[in-house]
């Protein structure tokens, strides 16, 4: 009978449920790798966009100390011949032995756009001489380059009866805790000179911490306080004047820029005191940027004449990749911790 016969075909929905039960699949498939690409591409868009366009606005360098001094001078002259498409604005902010204008960088974005010219004392030093940091020297930096060194000068009060390290040992001992040397802070290269000074001679004189070396100069000229160990970019020209007596510079050698003045370890073997100031940006900044920046510093202190200025100054050249200034900072601090402990000095 016909309506036995007859072939029953396979319902229309069936071909068509295949495909339908396979579409959450792909959908699926299709939203993980976006999500994947959007993932990889928030993580790489800051470093891309730091490489890409870095510097998006002017570069604050901070000195931490006032104006006038070797780490001013260094920061001025990077201001002056960079050339990185953007301003780069010194921003002095001087306060408890550099730590206030470290802070500041430390807490910055990591991006670039604020760099610290730090010294010996705001990242070698001071973490031994304060019981509570504002800021890691170590965990809140990423290092950028070496800049330049300098030795410290001793020099003293036209009315000290002294004319070499010699005399002048035998007149703090015979005048104990009666003699004060100046610093432009506690923590500088300055204040600890004098503390390693105090340390291997066996002498006693007072420190007297100032807000800056522009206020303690004229002291030291008026004999308010008998010395300091002032950076020699500072203090040799007002050697040279008349106005005050170079006696030695804590340096390992004698600087081209003061051949005439002996070192201290002429006299005290062992003794050695430079000041170094080198560029740290904050942890986390891209290394695209760093490596940006220290291609820059390199350029400019290579210039002829800035080399030529700096070296006039007493100041040295002296420019390292990032990590030779991470190893050379983990010496400072171990070096600085022991003359610290040794002098018994303290911030607090």
Same mark, same amino acid.
């Given at each position: 009978?016909?309506?036995?016969?007859?072939?029953?075909?396979?319902?229309?929905?069936?071909?068509?449920?295949?495909?339908?039960?396979?579409?959450?699949?792909?959908?699926?498939?299709?939203?993980?790798?976006?999500?994947?690409?959007?993932?990889?591409?928030?993580?790489?868009a800051?470093?891309?966009?730091?490489?890409?366009?870095?510097?998006?606005?002017?570069?604050?360098?901070?000195?931490?100390?006032?104006?006038?001094?070797?780490?001013?001078?260094?920061?001025?002259?990077?201001?002056?011949?960079?050339?990185?498409?953007?301003?780069?604005?010194?921003?002095?902010?001087?306060?408890?032995? /550099?730590? !206030?204008? %470290?802070? @500041?960088?430390?807490? &910055?974005?990591?991006d670039?756009?604020?760099?610290?010219?730090? #010294? *010996?004392?705001?990242?070698?030093?001071?973490?031994?001489?304060?019981?509570?940091?504002?800021?890691?020297?170590?965990?809140?930096?990423?290092?950028?380059?070496?800049?330049?060194?300098?030795?410290?000068?001793?020099?003293?009060?036209?009315?000290?009866?002294?004319?070499?390290?010699?005399?002048?040992?035998?007149?703090?001992?015979?005048?104990?805790?009666?003699?004060?040397?100046?610093?432009?802070?506690?923590?500088s290269?300055?204040?600890?000179?004098?503390?390693?000074?105090?340390?291997?001679?066996?002498?006693?004189?007072?420190?007297?911490?100032?807000?800056?070396?522009?206020?303690?100069?004229?002291?030291?000229?008026g004999?308010?306080?008998?010395?300091?160990?002032?950076?020699?970019p500072?203090?040799?020209?007002?050697?040279?004047? /008349?106005? !005050?007596? %170079?006696? @030695?510079?804590?340096? &390992?050698?004698?600087?081209?820029?003061?051949p005439?003045?002996? #070192? *201290?370890?002429?006299?005290?073997?062992?003794?050695?005191?430079?000041?170094?100031?080198?560029?740290?940006?904050?942890?986390?900044?891209?290394?695209?940027?760093?490596?940006r920046?220290?291609?820059?510093?390199?350029?400019?202190?290579?210039?002829?004449?800035?080399?030529?200025?700096?070296?006039?100054?007493?100041?040295?050249?002296?420019?390292?990749?990032?990590?030779?200034?991470?190893?050379?900072?983990?010496?400072?601090?171990?070096?600085?911790?022991?003359?610290?402990?040794?002098?018994?000095?303290?911030?607090?």
């Amino acid at each position: 009978m016909p309506m036995f016969t007859r072939s029953c075909p396979a319902p229309a929905s069936a071909p068509a449920s295949a495909p339908a039960m396979r579409t959450p699949r792909r959908a699926l498939a299709t939203f993980a790798a976006l999500a994947a690409f959007a993932t990889t591409a928030s993580l790489t868009a800051p470093q891309a966009l730091a490489q890409q366009a870095f510097p998006r606005q002017p570069i604050r360098l901070v000195v931490t100390f006032p104006p006038g001094g070797a780490p001013d001078i260094l920061a001025r002259t990077f201001s002056e011949k960079a050339n990185l498409g953007q301003p780069v604005v010194v921003d002095n902010r001087p306060g408890a032995g /550099g730590n !206030i204008g %470290a802070e @500041a960088v430390a807490k &910055a974005p990591p991006d670039g756009h604020m760099l610290v010219m730090a #010294t *010996v004392g705001t990242h070698s030093i001071n973490g031994a001489l304060y019981k509570k940091m504002p800021y890691d020297m170590v965990k809140d930096f990423v290092p950028v380059s070496h800049v330049a060194s300098t030795p410290n000068l001793l020099v003293v009060n036209n009315d000290v009866p002294a004319r070499n390290v010699a005399e002048f040992i035998a007149h703090l001992k015979a005048n104990p805790n009666k003699l004060s040397f100046g610093s432009p802070g506690i923590g500088s290269s300055v204040h600890v000179s004098g503390e390693l000074f105090k340390s291997l001679t066996g002498t006693t004189m007072t420190h007297v911490p100032y807000k800056g070396r522009q206020f303690a100069i004229p002291d030291l000229v008026g004999g308010q306080i008998q010395l300091m160990f002032d950076n020699m970019p500072s203090a040799l020209p007002m050697a040279r004047e /008349g106005k !005050i007596r %170079a006696l @030695a510079q804590t340096g &390992a050698k004698r600087s081209p820029a003061a051949p005439d003045v002996p #070192t *201290v370890a002429e006299t005290v073997p062992g003794f050695e005191a430079t000041s170094w100031f080198a560029v740290f940006a904050p942890a986390g900044t891209p290394k695209e940027v760093v490596a940006r920046l220290n291609q820059e510093i390199h350029r400019v202190f290579n210039l002829p004449d800035v080399q030529a200025k700096l070296k006039a100054l007493g100041l040295d050249t002296w420019l390292s990749t990032p990590e030779e200034l991470t190893r050379f900072r983990a010496g400072e601090i171990a070096k600085w911790a022991k003359v610290v402990k040794d002098s018994g000095a303290t911030a607090d």
